[in-house]
Nanobody, 114 residues
Framework: QVQLVESGGGLVQAGGSLRLSCSAS????????MAWYRQAPGNQRELVAT???????NYADSVKGRFTISRDNAKNTVYLQMNSLKPEDTAVYYC????????WGQGTQVTVSS
């Protein structure tokens, strides 16, 4: 099994920054491509960013230039640095990996006020 635990969400004003963390553990966890998704009320869950084991990243167009995904394989932790936040970034943010099947964290709420 794999456990993913997100942290770092909160309330921030537009233009502000937050750093999300996702700590991974479990009997079958190993360094693996990871991803951040988000889901706003009434919307489908959408992919925000992905990162390979080696650290290569890809981003949704809506967050390019503002968000940075990174990882520390020694700590089994993935980060999402979010800068220049906008009200439309408000959502629950989820960490994701696939090891045989998909695993999700419980999510962390990010609220950006205008």
């Amino acid at each position: 099994q794999v456990q993913l635990v997100e942290s770092g969400g909160g309330l921030v004003q537009a233009g502000g920054s937050l750093r999300l963390s996702c700590s991974a553990s479990g009997t079958i966890f190993r360094p693996n491509p990871m991803a951040w998704y988000r889901q706003a009320p009434g919307n489908q869950r959408e992919l925000v960013a992905t990162i390979t084991i080696g650290g290569s990243a890809n981003y949704a167009d809506s967050v390019k230039g503002r968000f940075t995904i990174s990882r520390d394989n020694a700590k089994n932790t993935v980060y999402l640095q979010m800068n220049s936040l906008k009200p439309e970034d408000t959502a629950v943010y989820y960490c994701n990996c696939v090891i045989g099947r998909e695993y999700w964290g419980q999510g962390t709420q990010v609220t950006v006020s205008s």
